[in-house]
């Protein structure tokens, strides 16, 4: 389990280590047997849904008085790092259902809307998918083009095309975000609409390099009803919120993947021979190893350091973009090396190293490429001295 950072069982209270060690359980016995499998088939089976939402790993965050578990973000960090050691697709579907799908209307939906939600949304009956990406947008916001407009009953149409959605043909529900107007600076105003996923037309599901039993999808809105969650013209602040969260899911799968192939590595080093010596003998491997581990703690360290401002309630924005951005690039560094170390046996399917170098890639571009989490995080230092005024500098 990631606590290699041991700091961080510190940190956390005794439901909270209690439910890591289920998780534990959880993954060594409902993915570790099968995630070679699903890889081949491209595909997750709809029942591990169900069962990780009885597990509570579908609501990890979400309040118990909503059918969640009530823990904090380290936690759910850590338990992210864990199933992302045994399967990287699944692990990045339950950091975006936990961060965006469940924490969106669980921070902006009415009363009444998540009394339809919730307990569904967290306790495995319900998955869902949050599309905000389109041809057109992506980090770019602006691009969005699906549009909503009201209905005379008081609902809202929506019409568009959304792209790279995480799940979206196998949800039963989808949070969208639409362009409803404009604003008083003339720019395009966001708003988040409840859809039911039957609702929208399949286009198809999209073929990628790593995450393969992930179902991201290609789908379009054809005068598809939705329900608006929170105040209109909130969908973008809303989706930024959701988003600081989801990026401490995406830099705990990256330290999972990257600790799974480093294992691997390591245990390789130890029993391969050659040259009449085994790998673990020789320097210019130990030190391929000793960089993973060095890179892998300082990720630990600046996801902790993030999780625990979260958890206490504090601005994170900055904290969770260099978590996010320092995890990903030295997971997919340490993925490298672990592969290097094992020769053409890792790059072949036989081991899960050379799936781990293909899913950590990922993380370096969802949820913010890296090189938006280094626009991020200029300008938010840039601001702050700004801020600070010509007589404080």
Same mark, same amino acid.
């Given at each position: 389990?990631?606590?290699?950072?041991?700091?961080?069982?510190?940190?956390?209270?005794?439901? &909270?280590?209690?439910?890591?060690?289920?998780?534990?359980?959880?993954?060594?016995?409902?993915?570790?047997?099968?995630?070679?499998?699903?890889?081949?088939? &491209?595909?997750?089976?709809? &029942?591990?849904?169900?069962?990780?939402?009885?597990? /509570?790993?579908?609501?990890?965050?979400?309040?118990?008085?909503?059918?969640?578990?009530?823990?904090?973000?380290?936690?759910?960090?850590?338990?992210?790092?864990?199933?992302?050691?045994?399967?990287?697709?699944?692990?990045?579907?339950? %950091?975006?259902?936990? $961060?965006?799908?469940?924490?969106?209307?669980?921070?902006?939906?009415?009363?009444?809307?998540?009394?339809?939600?919730?307990?569904?949304?967290?306790?495995?009956?319900?998955?869902?998918?949050?599309?905000?990406?389109?041809?057109?947008?992506?980090?770019?916001?602006?691009?969005?083009?699906?549009?909503?407009?009201?209905?005379?009953?008081?609902?809202?149409?929506?019409?568009?095309?959304?792209?790279?959605?995480?799940?979206?043909?196998?949800?039963?529900?989808?949070?969208?975000?639409?362009?409803? /107007?404009?604003? %008083?600076? /003339?720019?395009?105003?966001?708003?988040?609409?409840?859809? &039911?996923?039957?609702?929208?037309?399949?286009?198809?599901?999209?073929?990628?390099?790593?995450?393969?039993?992930?179902?991201?999808s290609e789908l379009k809105l054809e005068r598809v009803r939705g329900e608006m969650i929170g105040a209109r013209?909130?969908?973008?602040?809303?989706?930024?919120?959701?988003?600081?969260?989801?990026?401490?899911?995406?830099?705990?799968?990256?330290?999972?993947?990257?600790?799974?192939?480093?294992?691997?590595?390591?245990?390789?080093?130890?029993?391969?021979?050659?040259? /009449?010596?085994?790998?673990?003998?020789?320097? %210019?491997?130990?030190?391929?190893?000793?960089?993973?581990?060095?890179?892998?703690?300082?990720?630990?360290?600046?996801?902790?350091?993030?999780?625990?401002?979260?958890?206490?309630?504090?601005?994170?924005?900055?904290?969770? !973009?260099?978590?996010?951005?320092?995890? !990903?690039?030295?997971? !997919?560094?340490?993925?490298?090396? $672990?592969?290097?170390?094992?020769?053409?046996?890792?790059?072949?399917?036989?081991?899960?190293?050379?799936?781990?170098?293909?899913?950590?890639?990922?993380?370096?571009?969802?949820?913010?490429?890296?090189?938006?989490?280094?626009?991020?995080? !200029?300008?938010?230092?840039?601001?702050?001295?700004?801020?600070?005024?010509?007589?404080?500098?």
């Open positions: 389990m990631l606590p290699a950072h041991p700091l961080c069982l510190d940190h956390l209270k005794p439901a &909270e280590r209690a439910f890591l060690h289920a998780t534990a359980g959880f993954c060594a016995t409902e993915i570790a047997p099968h995630a070679a499998a699903w890889e081949e088939r &491209e595909e997750l089976p709809r &029942e591990l849904f169900t069962k990780a939402g009885r597990a /509570g790993l579908m609501g990890i965050m979400a309040p118990p008085e909503f059918g969640g578990r009530g823990h904090g973000k380290l936690c759910y960090a850590l338990a992210i790092a864990e199933v992302a050691r045994h399967c990287g697709a699944f692990a990045m579907n339950l %950091a975006a259902h936990n $961060a965006l799908c469940v924490g969106h209307p669980l921070g902006f939906a009415s009363d009444e809307l998540k009394k339809e939600i919730f307990p569904r949304a967290v306790n495995g009956d319900w998955m869902v998918a949050w599309a905000l990406t389109e041809p057109n947008a992506g980090s770019d916001t602006g691009g969005v083009d699906t549009r909503a407009t009201p209905r005379p009953d008081g609902a809202w149409e929506l019409n568009g095309h959304k792209l790279y959605i995480t799940m979206g043909l196998h949800s039963d529900r989808m949070i969208v975000v639409a362009v409803t /107007g404009t604003t %008083a600076k /003339g720019r395009k105003e966001f708003s988040a609409f409840w859809v &039911e996923t039957k609702d929208c037309t399949p286009v198809r599901k999209v073929k990628t390099a790593g995450v393969r039993a992930s179902n991201t013209g909130t969908g973008q602040s809303a989706a930024l919120a959701c988003l600081d969260v989801g990026r401490l899911g995406i830099a705990a799968m990256a330290i999972g993947l990257a600790r799974a192939a480093v294992d691997t590595a390591a245990q390789r080093m130890l029993s391969r021979v050659q040259f /009449g010596r085994r790998l673990a003998e020789f320097q %210019a491997l130990q030190f391929k190893l000793a960089d993973c581990e060095v890179e892998l703690r300082a990720a630990e360290a600046l996801l902790l350091q993030a999780a625990l401002l979260a958890d206490r309630g504090q601005k994170h924005t900055l904290e969770s !973009s260099v978590a996010k951005l320092y995890a !990903s690039e030295a997971a !997919s560094r340490a993925c490298d090396r $672990a592969l290097q170390i094992c020769g053409g046996w890792g790059y072949t399917r036989d081991t899960h190293v050379e799936r781990c170098w293909r899913d950590a890639r990922l993380c370096e571009i969802g949820e913010g490429s890296s090189e938006v989490q280094r626009i991020v995080i !200029s300008r938010t230092l840039l601001k702050a001295l700004e801020e600070q005024g010509p007589a404080d500098r």
